[in-house]
Protein backbone atom coordinates (compact mmCIF):
# COMPACT_ATOMS: atom_id res chain seq x y z
CA UNK A 1 0.00 0.00 0.00
CA UNK A 2 1.57 3.09 -1.06
CA UNK A 3 1.42 6.09 1.78
CA UNK A 4 -0.84 8.22 1.21
CA UNK A 5 -2.86 5.87 1.66
CA UNK A 6 -2.24 4.47 5.10
CA UNK A 7 0.03 6.82 7.41
CA UNK A 8 3.67 5.66 8.58
CA UNK A 9 4.01 3.16 11.60
CA UNK A 10 5.74 6.20 13.68
CA UNK A 11 7.99 4.20 15.71
CA UNK A 12 8.39 1.11 13.39
CA UNK A 13 12.03 0.19 14.14
CA UNK A 14 11.02 0.23 18.04
CA UNK A 15 12.16 -3.01 20.26
CA UNK A 16 10.38 -5.41 21.61
CA UNK A 17 7.94 -4.02 24.58
CA UNK A 18 7.33 -1.41 22.98
CA UNK A 19 4.29 -0.24 20.71
CA UNK A 20 5.42 0.42 17.22
CA UNK A 21 2.12 3.27 17.05
CA UNK A 22 2.19 5.54 20.25
CA UNK A 23 6.12 4.57 21.28
CA UNK A 24 5.00 3.68 25.14
CA UNK A 25 5.79 0.48 27.07
CA UNK A 26 3.74 -2.54 26.44
CA UNK A 27 2.78 -3.76 30.15
CA UNK A 28 1.62 -7.16 31.59
CA UNK A 29 -2.86 -6.53 31.94
CA UNK A 30 -2.60 -9.32 34.38
CA UNK A 31 -0.76 -12.70 36.12
CA UNK A 32 2.40 -12.55 37.99
CA UNK A 33 3.71 -10.39 35.65
CA UNK A 34 1.11 -7.61 35.94
CA UNK A 35 2.87 -3.91 35.21
CA UNK A 36 6.15 -5.20 33.28
CA UNK A 37 7.50 -4.55 30.39
CA UNK A 38 5.81 -7.50 27.54
CA UNK A 39 8.13 -8.25 25.04
CA UNK A 40 6.00 -10.25 23.35
CA UNK A 41 3.88 -7.68 22.09
CA UNK A 42 4.68 -4.89 19.87
CA UNK A 43 1.14 -2.98 19.68
CA UNK A 44 -1.16 -1.87 22.46
CA UNK A 45 -4.75 -2.82 21.38
CA UNK A 46 -6.39 0.55 21.16
CA UNK A 47 -3.70 1.63 18.75
CA UNK A 48 -4.18 -1.65 16.36
CA UNK A 49 -7.82 -0.57 16.17
CA UNK A 50 -6.50 3.29 15.11
CA UNK A 51 -4.08 1.94 12.76
CA UNK A 52 -6.33 -0.16 11.03
CA UNK A 53 -9.05 2.54 10.83
CA UNK A 54 -6.79 4.67 8.66
CA UNK A 55 -7.31 1.75 6.28
CA UNK A 56 -9.30 2.53 3.09
CA UNK A 57 -9.90 -0.99 3.07
CA UNK A 58 -11.43 -1.05 6.41
CA UNK A 59 -13.47 2.00 6.17
CA UNK A 60 -15.06 -0.02 3.07
CA UNK A 61 -15.91 -2.69 4.98
CA UNK A 62 -17.19 -0.80 8.17
CA UNK A 63 -19.24 0.94 5.50
CA UNK A 64 -20.76 -2.22 3.86
CA UNK A 65 -21.82 -3.80 7.49
CA UNK A 66 -23.23 -0.51 8.49
CA UNK A 67 -25.41 0.45 5.01
CA UNK A 68 -25.43 -3.66 3.89
CA UNK A 69 -25.27 -2.20 0.02
CA UNK A 70 -28.45 -0.02 0.03
CA UNK A 71 -28.03 2.86 -2.15
CA UNK A 72 -28.07 6.46 -0.26
CA UNK A 73 -29.48 8.71 -2.87
CA UNK A 74 -31.91 6.17 -4.27
CA UNK A 75 -32.81 3.61 -1.96
CA UNK A 76 -31.54 0.69 -4.41
CA UNK A 77 -30.87 -2.41 -2.55
CA UNK A 78 -27.50 -3.75 -4.69
CA UNK A 79 -27.21 -7.25 -2.89
CA UNK A 80 -30.61 -7.80 -3.99
CA UNK A 81 -30.43 -6.27 -7.61
CA UNK A 82 -27.10 -8.56 -8.09
CA UNK A 83 -29.24 -11.91 -6.67
CA UNK A 84 -31.95 -10.60 -9.27
CA UNK A 85 -29.62 -10.38 -12.34
CA UNK A 86 -27.72 -13.96 -12.02
CA UNK A 87 -27.45 -16.00 -15.16
CA UNK A 88 -26.93 -15.63 -18.94
CA UNK A 89 -27.13 -11.89 -19.69
CA UNK A 90 -26.48 -10.44 -17.08
CA UNK A 91 -23.71 -8.32 -17.59
CA UNK A 92 -25.85 -6.74 -20.54
CA UNK A 93 -28.97 -6.72 -18.31
CA UNK A 94 -26.59 -4.54 -15.73
CA UNK A 95 -24.80 -2.20 -18.49
CA UNK A 96 -28.71 -1.80 -19.59
CA UNK A 97 -29.15 -0.46 -16.19
CA UNK A 98 -26.22 1.95 -16.07
CA UNK A 99 -24.18 -0.45 -13.91
CA UNK A 100 -20.66 -1.50 -14.53
CA UNK A 101 -20.96 -5.52 -14.31
CA UNK A 102 -17.80 -6.24 -12.05
CA UNK A 103 -17.68 -7.65 -8.12
CA UNK A 104 -19.68 -4.61 -6.32
CA UNK A 105 -22.32 -2.91 -8.07
CA UNK A 106 -21.87 -0.60 -5.10
CA UNK A 107 -19.21 2.46 -4.42
CA UNK A 108 -17.80 4.01 -1.11
CA UNK A 109 -18.59 8.18 -1.73
CA UNK A 110 -17.29 10.60 0.50
CA UNK A 111 -20.02 13.11 1.07
CA UNK A 112 -18.20 15.78 1.70
CA UNK A 113 -15.10 15.03 -1.17
CA UNK A 114 -11.38 14.97 0.22
CA UNK A 115 -10.79 17.92 -2.92
CA UNK A 116 -12.98 20.24 -0.57
CA UNK A 117 -11.96 19.37 2.87
CA UNK A 118 -13.54 15.80 3.68
CA UNK A 119 -12.10 13.49 5.55
CA UNK A 120 -11.80 9.25 5.69
CA UNK A 121 -14.12 9.36 8.64
CA UNK A 122 -17.23 6.94 8.64
CA UNK A 123 -19.52 9.91 9.42
CA UNK A 124 -18.65 11.21 5.80
CA UNK A 125 -18.73 7.75 4.13
CA UNK A 126 -21.95 6.89 2.34
CA UNK A 127 -22.86 3.54 0.32
CA UNK A 128 -24.04 4.79 -3.80
CA UNK A 129 -25.04 2.43 -6.21
CA UNK A 130 -22.56 3.11 -9.64
CA UNK A 131 -25.51 5.33 -11.54
CA UNK A 132 -25.82 7.62 -8.48
CA UNK A 133 -21.64 8.02 -7.69
CA UNK A 134 -21.44 8.68 -11.12
CA UNK A 135 -24.17 11.50 -11.42
CA UNK A 136 -22.72 12.69 -8.01
CA UNK A 137 -18.96 12.99 -8.99
CA UNK A 138 -20.21 14.55 -12.64
CA UNK A 139 -22.31 17.55 -10.18
CA UNK A 140 -19.32 18.09 -7.86
CA UNK A 141 -17.04 18.12 -10.59
CA UNK A 142 -18.89 20.38 -12.37
CA UNK A 143 -19.71 23.11 -9.44
CA UNK A 144 -15.97 22.79 -8.62
CA UNK A 145 -15.28 23.51 -12.01
CA UNK A 146 -17.92 26.86 -12.23
CA UNK A 147 -16.33 28.32 -7.88
CA UNK A 148 -12.58 27.81 -9.88
CA UNK A 149 -13.74 30.14 -12.57
CA UNK A 150 -15.61 32.01 -10.69
CA UNK A 151 -12.68 32.98 -8.52
CA UNK A 152 -10.16 33.08 -11.77
CA UNK A 153 -11.90 35.91 -12.64
CA UNK A 154 -12.54 37.50 -10.05
CA UNK A 155 -8.47 36.87 -9.20
CA UNK A 156 -8.60 38.77 -12.45
CA UNK A 157 -10.76 41.96 -12.12
CA UNK A 158 -8.62 42.39 -8.44
CA UNK A 159 -5.59 42.93 -9.99
CA UNK A 160 -6.97 44.70 -13.11
CA UNK A 161 -8.24 46.96 -10.16
CA UNK A 162 -4.68 47.14 -8.41
CA UNK A 163 -3.04 47.56 -11.86
CA UNK A 164 -5.90 50.71 -12.86
CA UNK A 165 -5.34 52.32 -8.77
CA UNK A 166 -1.80 52.39 -9.97
CA UNK A 167 -1.52 53.21 -12.62
CA UNK A 168 -3.92 56.60 -12.00
CA UNK A 169 -1.59 57.22 -8.63
CA UNK A 170 1.55 56.98 -10.69
CA UNK A 171 -0.12 59.81 -13.54
CA UNK A 172 -1.42 61.79 -10.67
CA UNK A 173 2.60 61.96 -9.18
CA UNK A 174 3.55 63.04 -12.98
CA UNK A 175 0.47 65.50 -13.08
CA UNK A 176 1.66 67.17 -9.56
CA UNK A 177 5.47 67.11 -10.26
CA UNK A 178 4.55 68.97 -13.83
Given at each position: ????????????????????????????????????V???????????????????????????????????????????????Q??????????????????????????????????????????????????????E?????????????????????A????????????????
Amino acid sequence: MSDHRRPRIPFSDAKRGTCRWCGEATLHEKGPKKGEVNRRRRWHDACVDSYNESDPREARRRVRRRDRGRCAACNLDTYALRRQQKGRGSHRRLRDLGFVPRRSLWELDHIVPLVDGGSHDLDNLQTLCTPCHKAKTVSEASERRERCSRSAEDDVIARADAALRKSEEMLAQLEAQH
